[in-house]
């Protein structure tokens, strides 16, 4: 089993559609989560942190479920702009900088 | 204020020679982390690195190597390349490197084995 799975997608949406992506990973112990957003053939940019209690950044709003070892983020009036690969990523257990990434969501925005 | 910063940008070699990659961290960031990306995939942690010591491993041969210099810039090291280590290559930074503390990529490093 990989330690963060997701579905790669791809997830084809009209422009202002809702799109909800998930995630789950394996080590009940993870501390720390994020998602990063990649566009194609770039690096990936960190889009938010993911905390127990849900944060929200504009459109974009990321939930943590410890219980169900469960991460999703929302996206609400897609943009074209936000056609990409989004990473689910999860902290090695410890205070260590070592990443796990999920294989990531294909989004596809259409006009 | 400077990103983090990676070169090359491209790389072609063949198999069996050795390849250096290096990383300039964001200004302040005391820890660099190296990850590979191949196509298709998430990265896979390779190395970090905070105050030039080796703080983490990921499953990889020893061909593969790196160093931080007291600068906090990087360098990875690849002997004796293979087909399948053709992949982006991709710096991280972080203040601290821990946990919490988000990392930032730099542009990465393609390297193309043939």
């Known amino acids: 089993r990989k330690e963060v799975e997701q579905d790669p997608g791809p997830f084809n949406v009209p422009e202002g559609a809702t799109v909800a992506f998930n995630c789950t990973y394996s080590?009940?112990?993870?501390?720390?989560f994020f998602w990063y957003r990649q566009d194609c053939r770039k690096e990936p940019k960190l889009l938010m942190s993911?905390?127990?209690s849900g944060n929200e950044d504009g459109r974009f709003t990321a939930q943590l479920n410890r219980a169900s070892q469960y991460i999703s983020l929302l996206i609400r009036d897609s943009k074209l702009s936000d056609s990409a690969t989004y990473l689910c990523?999860?902290?090695?257990?410890?205070?260590?900088?070592?990443?796990?990434f999920g294989q990531g969501t294909t989004l596809q925005v259409k006009p | 204020d400077a990103g983090v910063t990676q070169s090359p940008t491209h790389l072609i070699k063949t198999r069996g020679q050795h390849v250096t990659l290096r990383c300039s961290p964001i200004?302040?960031?005391?820890?660099v982390s190296w990850y590979q990306q191949v196509l298709g995939q998430g990265p896979q942690f390779i190395f970090q690195?905070?105050?030039?010591?080796?703080?983490g491993r990921g499953n990889f041969p020893d061909r593969f190597s790196a160093r931080q210099f007291p600068n906090y810039s990087s360098e990875l090291n690849v002997n004796a390349l293979l087909l399948g280590d053709s992949a982006l290559y991709l710096c991280?930074?972080?203040?601290?490197?821990?946990?919490?503390?988000?990392?930032?990529f730099g542009d990465g490093t393609r390297l193309s084995i043939l």
């Open positions: 991280a930074s972080s203040l601290e490197g821990q946990a919490h503390q988000p990392q930032h």
């Open positions: 690195y905070y105050e030039k010591e080796e703080r």
């Open positions: 080590n009940s112990a993870s501390q720390s």
């Open positions: 200004s302040g960031h005391k820890s």
């Open positions: 993911v905390y127990s």
């Open positions: 990523v999860v902290n090695q257990v410890g205070n260590t900088g070592k990443l796990i």
